[in-house]
């Protein structure tokens, strides 16, 4: 047999062998009710309530608030903020980058889009908003004192 050549199927007679060429296998979901790819094929739903004008600012307030803090502690070997979260009791490691682009996200599209965690963070890399803004405020007072 030349080297080029196709060998014939180890498995004739299969229910591929009818299939058109390119065509894919029988979905084995088809028609469960409880599919679990349904959820993908289904528009996400709207929050229905828009951001207030005060949520909005708050917003802008927060993503001129992490620009400063990336500033001033990445130099230092931060990476991001940490956030306690309140539905799965677990800490969420972001680095900078990715937390600007969730708020960018929640600004724009009023909802923010669930992302991959950090893989593998180093706890010590990472500050809670709060010593962020501590830090800020520390650096402020004592420039301000000079």
């Known amino acids: ?35 679990p790819a349904r959820a993908l094929d289904e528009p996400q739903e709207e929050s229905g309530v828009p951001m207030s004008g005060e949520e909005r600012v708050e917003l802008l307030d927060d993503l001129a608030d992490l620009a400063v803090y990336q500033a001033l502690l990445q130099p230092r070997g931060v990476r991001g903020i940490v956030v306690d979260c309140g539905e799965c009791q677990e800490p969420h490691f972001h680095d900078w980058a990715l937390l ?14 669930p992302h991959e965690p950090a893989f593998d963070p180093d706890p010590h890399a990472y500050v809670s908003w709060e010593y962020c803004r501590g830090y800020a405020d520390g650096v402020t007072a004592s420039e301000t004192a000079h």
């Open 100 to 113: 600007a682009a969730s708020l960018e996200q929640l600004l724009n599209d009023g909802r923010m889009r």
């Open 1 to 35: 047999m030349p080297h080029d050549s196709v060998p014939p199927s180890p498995f004739p007679g299969g229910p591929w062998d009818d299939r058109p060429s390119g065509a894919l296998p029988p979905d084995p979901f088809a028609g469960d009710p409880d599919d």
